[in-house]
Nanobody
Framework: QVQLVDSGGGSVQTGGSLRLSCVVS????????MGWFRQAPGKEREGIAV???????SYTDSVKGRFTISQDNARNTLYLKMNSLKSEDTGMYYC?????????????????????????RGQGTTVTVNS
């Protein structure tokens, strides 16, 4: 059974940077889509970045040019490097995975509207951006 452990959150000033990590275990699927979503108090969940097993990457518009998703298969780790952080980036960040032949758009939709359909997600790590 796949398990995800995310970490790396913290408190930074506006314009600062953080790198989130997500260690994956118990996972042997060839086809999957992994990524990050976030939820801020009083706001809807938002899928922000995903990477498909064929290497395709997608970002939601609000983080394009500032966030970079990557994976290190040797370390079984997914990363999210966040630069130029803004106060609106504050929230709880989760890594997640959907197995099988899925598109980035489908996974963004699952993250936002049907998180119960995720095959696994991390416990969450808190990001606070102070203005």
């Amino acid at each position: 059974q796949v398990q995800l452990v995310d970490s790396g959150g913290g408190s930074v000033q506006t314009g600062g940077s953080l790198r989130l990590s997500c260690v994956v275990s118990g996972y042997t699927y060839s086809h999957y889509c992994m990524g990050w979503f976030r939820q801020a108090p009083g706001k809807e969940r938002e899928g922000i970045a995903v990477i498909v097993s064929d290497g395709r990457i997608s970002y939601t518009d609000s983080v394009k040019g500032r966030f970079t998703i990557s994976q290190d298969n040797a370390r079984n780790t997914l990363y999210l490097k966040m630069n130029s952080l803004k106060s609106e980036d504050t929230g709880m960040y989760y890594c997640a995975v959907v197995t099988g032949y899925v598109t980035a758009a489908q996974v963004f939709g699952i993250m936002t509207n049907a998180p119960h359909a995720l095959n696994a997600r991390g416990q969450g790590t808190t990001v606070t951006v102070n203005s």
